[in-house]
């Protein structure tokens, strides 16, 4: 009976857990539907509250409740005090870790690049169970009703676990990599691929439902915001569609050098931002696909950018992290980080993480 009960208890909180309420910013993108959406304005300019050597980040960091949590590309996962930066704990894998963490209710989810599975105790760093797949793991993990933990590997499947037990509750087989990481709502997930496809499939019985193929590899996750998700290809081709049906609302195709889009957008009802690697941050209307307003930067953007208020934060392959304004596409302030920044800002608590690839982890408040 008391097993059962403890069982019962850590349901709960892991359902409740999955309305994420702010200032935290537990996964990648802040929230299931991958939105990109910081629930807390953060105006700049910035200044450094802190910075820890930590080793090259790709990934992006989680913010839990005072605790950061960064994984980096030596294999490291690191938990940090928020307020300071000092080390609570040091997980070790024996791969590389490019997917970020997800922490939910006090478990902490994380892949690695070996294409092992973690879950951890978030407090301490404690193995709770591990899940292998048969190929490298970049997707972040995306926690679903039912105590349910969905992501992808390269082996091609997209996996639902139990978040308790770690047991397979059922894997879907895509034609390629999985590269993106789940976007959950309204019963189902969309993943999309290195097939092409977008794709949508059932929570609880891993039955697809819908796809679409969008010409060319994808190695964004798609975002929502509402009914809609969106996405862009490697081959600079966006959509915009609804979930149900499905229903595709518009597509277009970037024509600048080097259009290609590795990085998911941030997503509003009335608002779309995407990154490219034709050295641009981008806004378009959610509901046509039209141009609102383009920003340059000086390198490729493969850093998801995160809308906070009024202004977007985006990050350059330059190592320069830019406040760019919401409305006009003009550049607020901008960060020197050094390093490439691939990985994509954390937002929460009046503060801004982010790892760079020359192993620095910042803090800006």
């Not at 478990?107 to 294409?115: F, K």
């Not at 830019?322 to 020197?336: E, N, Q, R, S, Y």
Request: proline content about 5%; overall charge positive; charged content about 15%.
């Amino acid at each position: 009976m008391k097993k059962s009960l403890t069982i019962a208890v850590i349901a709960l909180a892991l359902a409740q857990a999955c309305a994420f309420p702010q200032p935290n910013w537990p996964m990648f993108r802040g929230d299931p539907g991958l939105s990109g959406l910081a629930r807390q304005a953060l105006a700049a300019p910035l200044h450094v509250a802190w910075s820890e050597q930590i080793g090259p980040v790709e990934s992006t960091a989680a913010m839990v409740d005072g605790v950061v949590y960064c994984a980096t590309m030596k294999g490291k996962l690191l938990a940090l005090d928020l307020a300071t930066g000092k080390p609570r704990w040091t997980f070790s894998s024996k791969n590389s870790i490019s997917a970020s963490p997800a922490v939910v209710s006090g478990t902490l989810y994380i892949g690695d690049e070996g294409g092992v599975f973690y879950a951890l105790r978030a407090s301490t760093g404690k193995l709770l169970f591990k899940f292998p797949t048969e190929d490298k793991i970049v997707s972040s993990a995306t926690p679903a009703p039912g105590n349910r933990i969905l992501f992808g590997s390269w082996d091609g499947h997209l996996y639902c676990l139990d978040a308790i037990t770690g047991k397979q509750r059922w894997a879907f087989k895509t034609d390629a990599q999985v590269n993106a990481t789940p976007c959950v709502l309204n019963g189902l997930v969309a993943i999309a691929g290195c097939d092409g496809k977008v794709r949508t499939i059932d929570i609880k019985t891993g039955h697809q439902r819908s796809a679409f193929s969008l010409g060319g590899n994808i190695g964004a996750s798609p975002a929502s915001s509402g009914q809609r998700i969106y996405v862009g290809s490697l081959s600079g081709i966006y959509i915009g569609m609804k979930v149900q049906g499905p229903q595709v609302l518009w597509s277009m195709r970037e024509h600048e050098d080097g259009a290609a889009c590795y990085a998911s957008a941030a997503a509003t009802p009335s608002a779309l931002v995407f990154g490219s690697r034709s050295n641009r941050v981008f806004r378009v209307n959610p509901a046509n696909g039209k141009p609102v307003w383009s920003c340059s930067t000086k390198a490729e953007v493969n850093s998801s950018p995160v809308i906070a208020g009024t202004v977007v934060w985006a990050g350059s392959d330059d190592g320069t992290l830019l406040a760019i304004d919401l409305g006009t596409g003009k550049i607020l302030w901008h960060f020197v980080a050094g390093g490439q920044l691939k990985a994509s800002p954390a937002i929460g608590d009046r503060r801004l993480v982010i790892g760079t690839t020359d192993g620095m982890l910042y803090c800006l408040k």
